[in-house]
C-alpha cells in the first residue's frame, strides 16, 4: 500500500511541480525529467548554470534502456551488482531525453536510489506515466547538500512555490553524493567518488579504471562545492572558537567547538553535511577537518571537503 503522502507527491511531479525527497545519498530536488519546463524550474530554483547536466533517478535497471543510446556490457554489469544504490552511469542519451536535462551534452547520468522512499515516489510516479525524474541535491547550486527535510527547508523553503513538496522520510543512510561513472568509453572512469568505490568497481568489471573523457561535465565536479558560509580549513591545529570536524579519537583543543566525532569514515561521510550546517547555523567562522586517510570512501570524503575549503562561488559565477 503506497501511503497517501507518496501518492500525493508523484502527482505533483506529474502536474509538472518541483518535489524535494529523500535518497540515501542526499535530499534531491526533483522534476518530471520529460518536462522541460518542470526541468528549467529547477535550475532556475537552485541559481544552477544551464550547461550543469542534472540526474535522471528511476527505480528499476530496466528502466536506463528507454533513456540510452546502446549500454556497454561492463556498464550492465555495474548496474546489477550497484543497483538500486549511491552509484550514476553517464551513458550516451537516447532522443528521449531532453536537452535541458543533460546540460546540452550528448551524455546523460541515470540513477536508481535504494532509499525505501524515494523507490515508492519512483514507482508511483512511473505507473501515472512518469519517464524519470531530474533531480540535483535539494540546495541552493556550490552549497551544503540537505540531509533532513529541515535543511530543505531552510535552503529552499522561500523559493519553492505552494505547489512544490518537500517529502520527509528516514535520514540518508550514505551521506553524501553518488559515485559517477563514465559509462561511454571502453572502460569505466570514475567521474566523481563516492560511497562505490575504485576497488568495488574493478572487482565487478574485472579490468583498469579507464581515463576520464574530455569535456564531459556531471554534478559536483567544480572547484568549488558543498561550501558553507564558513570558511573550511583542513588538516590544521584548530584555534579557540574553530569548528572542528575529525574522527572520534583525535582530541579536541580547548576552546574549540567539536562539530562531529565520527567513529568511522562510513559515519564521517554519513554526519559531514549536517556537521558543516551546524557550524553556519551557530554562527562559527571557521572549520577545521582533519581528513580521514585511506581508500575506499575516504577518497569521497577527502574530494567534498577539498572543494569545500575552495569557498562559496560568487553569484556571479553561480548564474553564468
Request: glycine share 10%.
Amino acid at each position: 500500500m503506497i501511503p497517501e503522502p507518496i501518492r500525493r507527491t508523484a502527482r505533483a511531479l506529474a502536474e509538472g511541480n518541483l518535489v524535494a525527497f529523500p535518497t540515501e545519498t542526499v535530499f534531491g530536488l526533483g522534476g518530471d525529467a520529460s518536462n522541460p519546463a518542470a526541468v528549467a524550474r529547477i535550475f532556475e530554483t537552485k541559481g544552477r548554470p544551464a550547461d550543469h547536466p542534472l540526474i535522471v533517478h528511476v527505480s528499476d535497471v530496466e528502466l536506463l534502456a528507454p533513456l540510452a543510446d546502446g549500454v556497454a556490457d561492463y556498464a550492465l554489469a555495474l548496474a546489477r551488482a550497484f543497483w538500486p544504490g549511491p552509484m550514476t552511469l553517464i551513458v550516451r542519451r537516447s532522443a528521449a531525453v531532453h536537452d535541458v536535462v543533460t546540460g546540452g551534452q550528448s551524455t546523460v547520468g541515470v540513477r536508481v536510489p535504494s532509499h525505501p522512499t524515494a523507490v515508492q515516489l519512483l514507482r508511483q510516479f512511473e505507473d501515472l506515466g512518469g519517464r524519470g525524474v531530474a533531480a540535483p541535491s535539494a540546495n541552493r547550486f556550490g552549497r551544503v547538500s540537505p540531509t533532513t527535510a529541515d535543511a530543505v527547508r531552510a535552503e529552499l523553503g522561500d523559493i519553492l512555490r505552494p505547489t512544490d513538496i518537500i517529502l520527509d522520510g528516514e535520514q540518508p543512510e550514505v551521506g553524501i553524493e553518488s559515485t559517477i561513472i563514465d559509462c561511454t568509453g571502453p572502460a569505466p572512469a570514475v567521474l566523481r567518488p563516492g560511497s562505490i568505490t575504485d576497488e568495488m568497481i574493478t572487482a565487478v568489471t574485472g579490468s583498469a579504471l579507464g581515463e576520464r573523457a574530455a569535456g564531459i561535465r556531471v554534478s559536483g565536479s567544480l572547484p568549488s562545492h558543498y561550501a558553507p558560509a564558513a570558511a573550511v580549513v583542513l588538516n590544521e591545529t584548530p584555534r579557540p572558537g574553530d569548528g572542528l570536524i575529525a574522527l572520534r579519537h583525535l582530541e579536541t583543543p580547548a576552546g574549540v567547538v567539536r562539530l562531529a566525532a565520527p567513529e568511522s569514515v562510513d559515519e564521517f561521510a554519513r554526519t559531514l553535511y549536517a556537521a558543516l550546517r551546524a557550524a553556519d547555523d551557530a554562527g562559527i567562522s571557521r572549520v577545521v577537518a582533519l581528513e580521514p586517510p585511506g581508500p575506499g570512501v575516504a577518497v569521497a570524503i577527502r574530494d567534498r571537503l577539498r572543494r569545500a575549503s575552495n569557498g562559496r562561488r560568487s553569484s556571479s559565477a553561480t548564474e553564468r
